[in-house]
């Protein structure tokens, strides 16, 4: 065998030598890319949830809104009714009873809208802090994929170390949803 070709094979063998070490480092760069496409699909997905309940919540505000005219309506009919004299008093007062009876159908159902209308906005806002933490899981798991990516390029494991720590704290966020409502 020649000098150049023990060179040769010497190379190859730490060549050989250094992927074996960097293995885990391309485990945990494919581990974390899946990690990432989890957490973004996941993310988006609430984000859409807390649109569609803010579009349910602003449909019953209009509910509320326009049976709260309606009320008003009645309620002017009603003085409308008691201002102004009228020949038949006893239908006069039939009718302003029955506009008595309406306003307080009404106010029920008024009170029953802005109860529905509020717990809508809640799920909203549930559901938006549910989509920060996903956002900020997401982030994390990107710096950290980054981050241990540099291992490869530098040969140095104190990058797939730090990529490991920003990783778990973008895990730790991504879970945390978990213990919201």
Do not use: C
């Not at 988006?44 to 919540?57: C, G, M, S, Y």
């Not at 529905?116 to 909203?124: C, I």
């Not at 956002?135 to 291992?151: F, K, M, Q």
């Amino acid at each position: 065998m020649e000098a150049n070709e023990v060179q040769e094979l010497k190379e190859h063998a730490e060549h050989a030598a250094h992927e074996t070490t960097m293995r885990p480092v391309a485990f945990t760069m494919s581990v974390l890319a899946v990690l990432v496409a989890i957490t973004t699909v996941l993310g988006h997905r609430t984000h859409t949830q807390a649109v569609l309940f803010q579009n349910k919540a602003t449909d019953q505000w209009n509910e509320y809104q326009a049976k709260k005219i309606r009320s008003y309506n009645t309620s002017l009919a009603g003085d409308m009714l008691n201002a102004i004299t009228v020949a038949d008093k006893e239908k006069a007062d039939k009718i302003a009873k029955g506009y008595a009876d309406h306003q307080e159908k009404w106010n029920e159902d008024l009170n029953q809208e802005q109860e529905k209308a509020k717990g809508l906005e809640e799920k909203v806002e549930q559901a938006e802090a549910r989509a920060d933490r996903f956002d900020l899981g997401e982030a994390l798991l990107e710096i950290g994929l980054v981050i241990t990516s540099v291992t490869l390029l530098t040969k140095s494991r104190i990058y797939w170390y730090f990529g490991i720590v920003f990783a778990l704290a973008g895990v730790a966020s991504a879970v945390s949803v978990l213990g919201l409502k």
